[in-house]
């Protein structure tokens, strides 16, 4: 009986580790199946990226143009001020003296 139960033991355990090496292969396979779409997602992405290369440079490049015309335009826009600002200040002055001189012109009449 004893060698029947060694037998039995060894059985039991060999069915144990069959079951374990079993689960620990399914999850290899599974890790494995993750890597190799994730290289397959990212050889996509790699490709997409270098046909975008040339689209991004000339976005770029229109980008740093406009930027430049956009600096001018600021420029411009900035003197355009000062001189409304100063044109403002001169007009705001003669109203003041109209405004003076039409309230001694009231003052005459009365």
Do not use: H
């Not at 039991?12 to 999850?27: A, M, P, Q």
């Not at 779409?37 to 990212?42: F, N």
């Not at 991004?56 to 430049?68: F, G, I, P, S």
């Not at 900035?78 to 003052?107: H, L, Y």
């Amino acid at each position: 009986t004893s060698y029947l139960e060694l037998i039995n033991a060894f059985k039991d355990l060999l069915n144990f580790k069959r079951n374990e090496v079993s689960t620990y292969k399914s999850r290899y396979d599974i890790g494995l199946d993750k890597i190799i779409s994730t290289e397959k997602m990212v050889g996509e992405m790699q490709v997409e990226l270098e046909e975008l290369k040339p689209f991004l440079k000339k976005t770029a490049a229109e980008t740093a143009d406009l930027m430049v015309v956009i600096d001018g335009k600021q420029k411009e826009a900035a003197q355009t001020e000062a001189v409304v600002s100063k044109d403002e200040a001169e007009a705001s002055a003669m109203a003041a003296e109209a405004g003076q001189m039409a309230a001694d012109a009231q003052r005459d009449l009365d």
